[in-house]
Nanobody, 115 residues
């Protein structure tokens, strides 16, 4: 069984930075594709970024150039470095582990961008 626990959310001013972490349990982290999603109030959950087991990354246009996804397989942790944040980045951020056609989700961490 896989469990994912996000951390690192909080209140940050516009233009500031924040780093989210997602720690996984189990033994499949190193071969799984990891994703970050977010959901703002009243909106559908949207994909933010992904990193494959080989380290290839992809980003939503809305965060490209500002956010960086990375992973540490030894720590079974994926990160989302958020720079130059904007009020529209305010959302609950979720990590997702995908292995084959199976998805596992974390419980989410709140990010609020406000002055």
């Amino acid at each position: 069984q896989v469990q994912l626990v996000e951390s690192g959310g909080g209140l940050v001013q516009p233009g500031g930075s924040l780093r989210l972490s997602c720690a996984a349990s189990g033994n499949i982290f190193s071969i799984a594709t990891m994703n970050w999603y977010r959901q703002a109030p009243g909106n559908e959950r949207e994909w933010v970024a992904a990193i494959t087991s080989g380290g290839s990354t992809n980003y939503a246009n809305s965060v490209k150039g500002r956010f960086t996804i990375s992973r540490d397989n030894a720590k079974k942790t994926v990160y989302l470095q958020m720079n130059s944040v904007k009020p529209e980045d305010t959302a609950v951020y979720y990590c997702k582990l995908r292995i084959g056609i199976k998805d596992y989700w974390g419980q989410g961490t709140q990010v609020t961008v406000s002055s």
